[in-house]
């Protein structure tokens, strides 16, 4: 039987990258994204048939989060590898964050991906499938006033405490902590930095593939990745 695969964030970027790369290895996905637009332009581009469902929805909203995983199943009748993309970052440092914008992205960064581990447990537990959790560099390198990197900080304990809670399971659990990347992720923040060099979402979804793809009995824990000349 084909794999099913959900991915959060997956309209544009990493998730998008990730969905076309999981299909072309015969996966069937799902993926969501609050922009409806951007999720039908995907699905046009990708021109997956019924190998591709898209579904419209907050990633840090615990009912449609739940409503996505149950049309996943529901649809295809399993699930066997889940990516916890969704995020964002903003511009400034918390100083001169607006308090709402900084407590949507501690929701959706923190929140959202809690909220998909612990609503595909059950299905990952009866496939020994896999969860995939999109940390950062930012993770592991502090820097002045970054709260997006807190947020990051939290998405990499949650893997590690997720790894420990189903490793009995047979669950396979991967962080992957890209550094610069070449994607949408940029926009809010004015672009990528300057002339620093970046990776494209295409490097990082080979990276992610080739995670969920390890045979059985094999669970590659955590995967850091910067483009060569990134010194932090």
Known sequence: MEPVALITGGSTGIGAATARALIKQGHR????????DR??????????????????GDASDEEHVASAVRRTVDSWGRLDTVVANAGFSLPGTLEDQEPGEMR?????????????VRETLPHLRESRGRIVIVGSVAGVRNTPGNLYSVTKWAAHALAENTRLLVAKDGVGVTLVAPGVVDTPFWDRRGGTPGEAPAMSAEQIADVIVFA???????????LTMRPTGQAN
């Open 29 to 36: 996905v799902a993926v969501t994204g609050r922009d409806a």
């Open 39 to 56: 999720l039908a332009a995907f699905a046009a581009s990708a021109g997956a048939g019924d190998r591709l469902l898209t579904l419209a």
């Open 104 to 116: 949507a992205m501690i929701l959706t960064n923190v929140l959202g991906p809690a909220l998909l």
């Open 212 to 222: 969920v793809g390890q045979p059985e009995g094999v669970d590659i824990n955590q």
